[in-house]
């Protein structure tokens, strides 16, 4: 079994910073891209950035671009999202995600954390 647990999220005002991170464990062989997503009310879940293994080429949302930071330690399997200058519509909760294969065998799997809660005061 594979697991991804979030941490790092809660109440910050606005103009603040949090760091995010999420840890993957369980039965690992690699883990590809890995991402973070957030989902405000009534909203649909969104990419915020995610970061492949290979090259660390990173991508980012538009209106996250220039105040949040998208990093991974591989040997940790953990994948960080700093985030600076936070605006009251960047509240949601947030979601980490990751391809991760459990042998060379076996096709890469989308794995899901459970969501932490980011809140953003004006």
């Known amino acids: 079994q594979v697991q991804l647990v979030e941490s790092g999220g809660g109440l910050v005002q606005a103009g603040g910073s949090l760091r995010l991170s999420c840890v993957a464990s369980g039965s690992i062989f690699s883990i590809n891209t890995m991402g973070w997503y957030r989902q405000a009310p009534g909203k649909q879940r969104e990419l915020v950035a995610r970061i492949t293994r290979d090259y660390g080429i990173r991508k980012y949302a538009d209106s996250v671009r220039g105040r949040f930071t998208i990093s991974r330690d591989d040997a940790k399997n953990t994948v960080y999202l700093q985030m600076n200058s936070l605006k009251p519509e960047d509240t949601g909760v947030y979601y980490c995600?990751?391809?991760?294969?459990?042998?060379?065998?076996?096709?890469?799997?989308?794995?899901w954390g459970q969501g932490t809660q980011v809140t953003v005061s004006s």
């Open positions: 995600s990751a391809e991760i294969s459990m042998s060379w065998a076996t096709a890469t799997v989308d794995y």
